[in-house]
């Protein structure tokens, strides 16, 4: 089986290579070669453009078809949702949530809203125009947006006014959430080709800064639990990740939903999930996937010295 993922200069890519390339011939893209992880051959490093270019889908169906690509995983928000289009003819499986979900979970306000609308629980969210609907502190972020990028705490209307300054963004472009203490988790959620849940994986966020720095697997019932009554409500194919905050009181608030693997999924490929032998198997009575252990995730940064070329 060949694989190739974009978004190759991600945090988990190194990882992902040392875990899978026994097993497959992987290939890592991104717009930025020289990002890469050095830890993965320079013959598995592919240069391809920026989502917004005219030549994206092109060059990649070029590569995949010169691969022969079985699964494409596509790791930049910015891509999903010009390759969940149906119509663009490749001839592999692109390992990512079907179309419409893909466009309501990148909308943070539409996503948050809906959640609420099939009966669960999320924090209370609202265009930045009607924050005086919500109480201080509360998080005002982008609607759109990847990384914790601009997201923050903010304790007043002077604060707010000051977020407004500093980033320079548009109302219209802005929301602001209900703010939930407890404890942050990042939860795997992967299903086959047809929708059937195969896999829920909770990992429990020790430190964050933008990505995940420390992380354990933990196995926790609540989160499961939601992430199962989740599921039912917006049942989809391939993985997406539910960001979400677990308070005292064992309640499970999302804040919001990344519809594509995150830079924690290699900590679940370590502890044997195997998530494209699973994408065409039926699953009706829904068994999920158990890790053997809980493993925990320790990222640390490399220097990398070398002469200079140019």
Known sequence: MNLLFTGGAGAGNGAIWHILRAKYDIY???AQINAIDNAIPESRRISIPFAFEQKFVSVLQEISNKLSIDY?????????????????????????PSFDFIKLMLNKYDCANAIINKGLIAPKTRMIS????????????????RGSRGVMIVNSQKELDAYRVLYNTKDK??????????????????????????CIIPVKVD?????????????????????????????????????????????VFPFEVNP???????????????????????????????PASE????????????????
């Open 28 to 30: 890592f893209a991104d």
């Open 72 to 96: 494409l995983i596509p790791g930049v928000d910015e891509e999903l949702l010009i390759l969940a289009n149906s119509k663009l003819g490749f001839s592999l499986s692109i390992f990512i």
């Open 130 to 145: 009607k924050v005086d609907e919500l109480d201080f502190p509360l998080v005002v972020k982008p609607k759109s947006g």
């Open 173 to 198: 472009d802005l929301i602001v959430q209900e703010l939930i203490l407890g404890q942050e988790y990042t939860v795997l959620v992967s299903a086959n080709n047809t929708g059937e849940l195969n």
């Open 207 to 251: 430190q964050k800064k933008g990505i995940t720095i420390r992380a354990r697997i933990e196995m926790n019932k609540a989160i499961i639990h939601y992430a199962k009554k989740f599921h039912k409500q917006f049942r989809t194919k391939g993985i997406y990740n539910i960001q979400c905050i677990l308070t005292d009181n064992k309640e």
């Open 260 to 290: 594509r693997v995150s830079t924690t999924f290699c900590l679940s490929l370590a502890a044997g999930l195997n998530p494209f032998e699973m994408y065409l198997k039926s699953n009706p009575k829904e068994d999920l996937f158990v």
């Open 295 to 310: 493993l925990c995730l320790q990222r640390n940064w490399f220097n990398n010295i070398f002469e200079c070329t140019d």
